[in-house]
T-cell receptor, first 112, second 109 residues
Framework: DAGITQSPRHKVTETGTPVTLRCHQT?????MYWYRQDPGHGLRLIHY???????DKGEVSDGYSVSRSKTEDFLLTLESATSSQTSVYFC???????????FGPGTRLLVL | QKEVEQNSGPLSVPEGAIASLNCTYS??????FFWYRQYSGKSPELIMS????GDKEDGRFTAQLNKASQYVSLLIRDSQPSDSATYLC?????????FGSGTKLNVKP
């Protein structure tokens, strides 16, 4: 394993509530990513970070925000959860921008 | 919109056969290419990376890249039931990875 943990691993929440997912790494990698995975869509990038306080949007960033105040932690926040955000969320890390990404175990989120 | 296309499958092969998985991508500027394996309910794990045209072999796995045709493939020799999984193709363009939706492989004993 690449030293990546995600919390919580499972969460059930209600529409309209805020939700924060945490990704923690012990590898001191510069790049961190949040993806969502849905049937038929593969992995889609939500946001990524290329350093502390340096973040950028991915292809499905609407409704999500991120923060990275420390190298080891990357937080994904759903400001007001909707049923369309029910998904499996994966965090990934990489040493460099074109280098291999290693994935965390995932968080299953159900928005009722 | 950058696209990575894979046949969703399922691809069924008998144990011991060669499994051939294919992927095409739309962006000619893509720099690096990856194959991941994902078991049901688990996270993707890296099998192979390839950066230049040609073949790259690692054990039973061979990745093939043809940038002119925008095509990358993965061959699995002597397929085993434990190879049954979904295989994701990923293409890197600058800071971002783009993933195909995956090909499900079934290896029948």
């Amino acid at each position: 394993d690449a030293g990546i943990t995600q919390s919580p691993r499972h969460k059930v929440t209600e529409t309209g509530t805020p939700v924060t997912l945490r990704c923690h790494q012990t590898e001191n990698h510069r790049y961190m990513y949040w993806y969502r995975q849905d049937p038929g869509h593969g992995l889609r990038l939500i946001h990524y970070s290329y350093g502390v306080k340096d973040t950028d949007k991915g292809e499905v960033s609407d409704g999500y925000s991120v923060s990275r105040s420390k190298t080891e932690d990357f937080l994904l926040t759903l400001e007001s959860a909707t049923s369309s955000q029910t998904s499996v969320y994966f965090c990934a890390i990489s040493r460099g921008r074109q280098e291999t990404q290693y994935f965390g175990p995932g968080t299953r989120l159900l928005v009722l | 919109q950058k696209e990575v296309e894979q046949n969703s499958g399922p691809l069924s092969v008998p144990e011991g056969a060669i499994a051939s998985l294919n992927c095409t991508y739309s962006d000619r500027g893509s720099q690096s290419f990856f194959w991941y394996r994902q078991y049901s309910g688990k996270s993707p794990e890296l099998i192979m990376s390839i950066y230049s045209n040609g073949d790259k072999e690692d054990g039973r796995f061979t990745a093939q890249l043809n940038k002119a045709s925008q095509y990358v493939s993965l061959l699995i020799r002597d397929s085993q039931p434990s190879d049954s999984a979904t295989y994701l193709c990923a293409v890197n363009d600058f800071n971002k990875f783009y993933f195909g939706s995956g090909t499900k492989l079934n290896v029948k004993p």
